[in-house]
């Protein structure tokens, strides 16, 4: 006799499988090994994360609140009334600021989200008035002047400056699309008895180990200072072995990185990056024009990072003049004439004209001789498409940039600072996740490229001779660069970045980073960023010289002469020596130090105003960020199935009983 189930097992079984969902019968038929059921329940979102920040004050950001992942059903924000329970708020991009302003202003409220699913994209920049997460005065900490009440930035919330002990996910394309699938199924779902739920995992180290300061996380290893490296040449090399007849040094400045409410979601394509590609763009530009060794003054181009959490690496340029290191040997900041820095030049068109406003430090003879350069170079231009005015005199002064920290440095540096704007920013998307490449005209950056090349030849040579006609920038060169820093497709995968590195990411954040090991001239490279890494590739071959229209490949990065180094080694199994004085310099605070494998932080320096009030960074460690979507049965719906198996089962029992006693009389009476 064959072996079964035991007949009340069996009943209790079939009585179960009775009282599941019907559809699951087509999608269970597809299964064909754990990975598909997998798939089936489980579906991955793609995205950008806020993540947890501190300085020696607190915290900012976003994270986990507690140790484990945040699981909570998915709710869009216009059918949100009183929530019982935590939930998963779904929030568009319109929607964000007044919900975060919300967040922070009722308690109660943000004791019921669980978690925030940001649905954004370019559809919601042609409606949106502005979204900027940062303040009215970014930075206003740092200002050389009293007015910091001014409103440099009128679409500013604040927002990102705040801390949320929820995860908070700005969904990619493919999660939008994901999360739309994954939610389109309702109707067909039997919603009575299940949720649509989202699971973050978004635990922050410092959230486990309870540190929730600079000071007490670094101390405990719990996270990183936020910095990277930024990256200087100089248009001639600079025969660092000799110190005499130095010339007086006109410095150019700009910046790599940016900054939003997400992590990894900062192009800052007006804000910062349109300058830094009209900087390089400028560069390359000179780079072909004969006989600069001859002129009377030095060119110096400096791309700092950092800039955006307290002038970090303007700041640790300075500092590094002042010890004289070798991150910036041959320079010297009592050779420094004058300074030219290129802000946000994205939005200059408007009507057919580009327009850029030049704010100055102070009144000099230095300062004027950059200004009549800017207008020389303006003049010199046939189609007359290009205006440079100067900033409205009732500005309090100079608008947030690099250029505070050589005002506090030396509160009488002769310095201008190129943009875009006036009396205010006109970039309604500043330090948002919106201020990518559509929010930018390359026709502006090229000009703005055009008028600095011209503009910096003039106070090189101190002349104004014919030679302008013949400095122009490739507007292809400018193109190319925006597509490679300012987009994910081609990214950093774009050619002109990879016959320079081999980089590690596709998608270029412009995210500053975090310093995870050592600082030095000479970093490790694993260590430096894709972005610094090809900028310092770049300006070494377009600021390089040929002795003798000689080249030497170096195939372990090193040349053998102490003037070249080595560009391209990563791309080629052979880089090639060229003459270039291009070096890194690290950025981070002037407040930290670095021992024996750990940061320690600094007593204040009161010599050091900018020290004084350094917030000193630090970004939380954690393991992996993922979230997933998924549905899960109410558990009221659990113990219904349980209990009507039971019943079926007592009732199939109860009826066997009846049914097997009634068979043994009607036996017993034949």
């Not at 089936?40 to 994360?49: E, N």
């Not at 200002?143 to 705040?162: L, Q």
């Not at 990183?224 to 930024?230: F, H, N, R």
């Not at 704007?421 to 559509?438: G, I, Q, W």
Request: aromatic share 8%; net charge negative.
């Amino acid at each position: 006799m064959a072996m079964g189930l035991p007949p009340l097992v069996t009943l209790f079984l079939i009585s179960t499988l009775l009282l599941l969902p019907i559809s699951l019968a087509g999608e269970i038929a597809s299964i064909e090994s754990v990975p598909d059921l997998q798939k089936l329940m489980y579906v991955a979102v793609d995205g950008y994360p806020c993540v947890r920040l501190l300085n020696l004050s607190g915290e900012i950001g976003c994270s986990n609140p507690g140790l484990s992942k945040v699981v909570a059903p998915i709710i869009k924000l216009k059918d949100v009334k009183d929530l019982v329970q935590p939930h998963t708020v779904l929030v568009t991009a319109d929607e964000m600021e007044d919900f975060f302003t919300r967040v922070t202003n009722d308690l109660s409220f943000a004791s019921k989200i669980g978690g925030v699913l940001i649905e954004s994209g370019s559809s919601f920049q042609q409606k949106l008035k502005g979204l900027s997460p940062d303040k009215m005065f970014p930075q206003a900490e740092f200002s050389p002047y009293k007015n910091v009440e001014y409103k440099w930035n009128p679409m500013a919330s604040s927002i990102m400056w705040k801390a949320y002990n929820f995860p908070v996910y700005l969904l990619s394309e493919s999660g939008i699309s994901a999360v739309h699938e994954f939610l389109s199924k309702k109707d067909m779902k039997h919603k009575t008895y299940t949720s649509d739920v989202a699971e973050f995992n978004m635990v922050m180290e410092t959230t486990k180990s309870g540190t929730h300061n600079s000071e007490a996380c670094l101390q405990e290893g719990t996270c990183l200072p936020l910095g990277g490296y930024s990256v200087w040449s100089s248009l001639p090399p600079i025969d660092v072995s000799s110190s005499n007849n130095r010339k007086p040094i006109v410095l150019t400045v700009a910046s790599m990185d940016s900054v939003s409410f997400f992590r990894d979601r900062s192009f800052g394509a007006d804000s910062p990056i349109s300058g830094l590609v009209a900087l390089l763009g400028a560069v390359d530009a000179l780079s072909r024009v004969e006989d600069f060794s001859n002129l009377k003054k030095q060119l110096v181009f400096l791309i700092l990072t950092g800039e955006t959490w307290g002038y970090l690496g303007s700041r640790r340029f300075l500092h590094e003049l002042d010890l004289h290191s070798d991150a910036v040997a041959g320079l010297s900041d009592t050779s420094i004439e004058t300074v030219l820095e290129i802000g946000s030049v994205g939005k200059g068109l408007s009507g057919g004209i580009n327009t850029f406003f030049a704010h100055k430090t102070r009144v000099s003879s230095a300062t004027n001789m950059t200004m009549d350069a800017l207008k020389i170079a303006q003049d010199s231009f046939a189609s007359k498409n290009i205006k440079i005015l100067s900033a409205d005199k009732t500005n309090p002064g100079i608008p947030p940039s690099s250029l505070m920290a050589f005002m506090s440095k030396n509160p009488q540096t002769s310095a201008v600072v190129l943009e875009d704007f006036d009396t205010k920013f006109v970039n309604k998307f500043y330090h948002s996740h919106l201020d990518d490449l559509s929010n930018i005209n390359s026709s502006s950056v090229v000009a703005a490229a055009s008028v600095v090349a011209r503009t910096l030849y003039i106070l090189a040579s101190d002349s104004k001779d014919s030679a302008l006609g013949s400095i122009h920038v490739n507007a292809s060169f400018v193109e190319e660069l925006l597509a490679c820093l300012l987009s994910c497709e081609p990214g950093l995968s774009c050619n002109l970045v990879k016959d320079y590195i081999s980089p590690t990411n596709t998608c270029p954040g412009n995210y500053a980073g975090v310093m995870s090991g050592e600082p030095s001239s000479k970093p490790y490279l694993g260590s430096v960023s894709d972005v610094s890494r090809f900028l310092w590739n770049i300006l070494a071959e377009k600021t390089s010289v040929q002795k003798g229209n000689t080249t030497s490949s170096c195939s372990k990065g090193t040349c053998s002469k102490t003037d070249e180094v080595c560009i391209k080694a990563e791309s080629n199994k052979e880089g090639t020596c060229v003459v270039s004085t291009t070096r890194y310099v690290p950025a981070y605070s002037t407040r930290l130090k670095y021992n024996d494998g750990a940061w320690t932080i600094l007593p204040q320096n009161t010599s050091d105003s900018m020290g004084m009030v350094d917030p000193v960074w630090t970004e939380s460690n954690w393991n992996t960020i993922s979230v997933q979507v998924y549905t899960v049965q109410h558990s009221a719906y659990d113990n219904a199935v349980l209990a009507a198996g039971i019943t079926v089962t007592t009732l199939a029992y109860i009826g066997i009983m009846v049914a097997k006693s009634f068979i043994t009389k009607a036996l017993k009476q034949d």
